[in-house]
Structure formats: structure tokens, C-alpha cells
Nanobody
């Protein structure tokens, strides 16, 4: 079973940056579909970014293109989400997930989830 632990959230001013981390443990992660989702209070969970553990292909939601970057460090079993030019509407709990479908933007295609890390963008 995969265990995922997110970190790196916090309070940041509009225009600022944060880097979220997702540390994975419990199994071998070669070529595993990975993704970031987010959920704001009162809203459904929405797709942010997806990629594969070992590949370079990426898929991003339109609202984060050019601002967010998904990357990973295989040696550390960690996936990152670099978030730049943050906006108040980016405020949400951010979750990483490992799944079964390559580059999927659907939560149901992901089996393992972390506990989430809160990102608040406010002046």
C-alpha cells in the first residue's frame, strides 16, 4: 500500500510562490501515474496537474498553465508542485495522488491519496 504525505503549504501573498512536496513510501514507484488535485471549502475536488513517476509528459489544468510545475525526485521518492504567481483563487487544500490511468484528470482514476496541505493566498 502506498502512503503519501504532503507538506509545504502555508500563507502567501498574491504573486508569491510555494513548493508543495509529496513524499511516497510503501512500494516501488517506477512509471506510476501521479497527480495533484485541490479542493476549496464548499467546492468539489478539482484537477491541477498530472504526470508519470518516471516520464516527462505533463498535463495541467488550464487555470495553472505557465504558473505551476510538477516534478519529481526519484531518489527521494518525492513529487513536487512548484506554484508561482499565486492568486487568491488558488486558496485550497492540495492533495497528491497515485493512480492507474496515465495523465488522467479524474479523481476516480487515483487510488492512493495524501492527507492534504493547506494553501492560503491572501494579503
Amino acid at each position: 500500500q502506498v502512503r503519501l504525505v504532503e507538506s509545504g503549504g502555508g500563507l502567501v501573498q498574491p504573486g508569491g510562490s510555494l513548493r508543495l512536496s509529496c513524499a511516497a513510501s510503501g512500494r516501488t514507484f517506477s512509471d506510476y501515474p501521479v497527480a495533484w488535485f485541490r479542493q476549496a471549502p464548499g467546492k468539489e475536488r478539482e484537477f491541477v496537474a498530472a504526470g508519470s513517476w518516471s516520464g516527462s509528459d505533463r498535463r495541467y489544468a488550464d487555470f495553472v498553465k505557465g504558473r505551476f510545475t510538477l516534478s519529481r525526485d526519484s531518489a527521494k521518492n518525492t513529487v513536487y508542485l512548484q506554484m508561482n504567481s499565486l492568486k487568491p483563487e488558488d486558496t485550497a487544500a492540495y492533495y497528491c495522488a497515485f493512480g492507474r490511468v496515465y495523465l488522467s484528470n479524474l479523481p476516480e482514476d487515483y487510488d492512493s491519496w495524501g492527507q492534504g496541505t493547506q494553501v492560503t493566498v491572501s494579503s
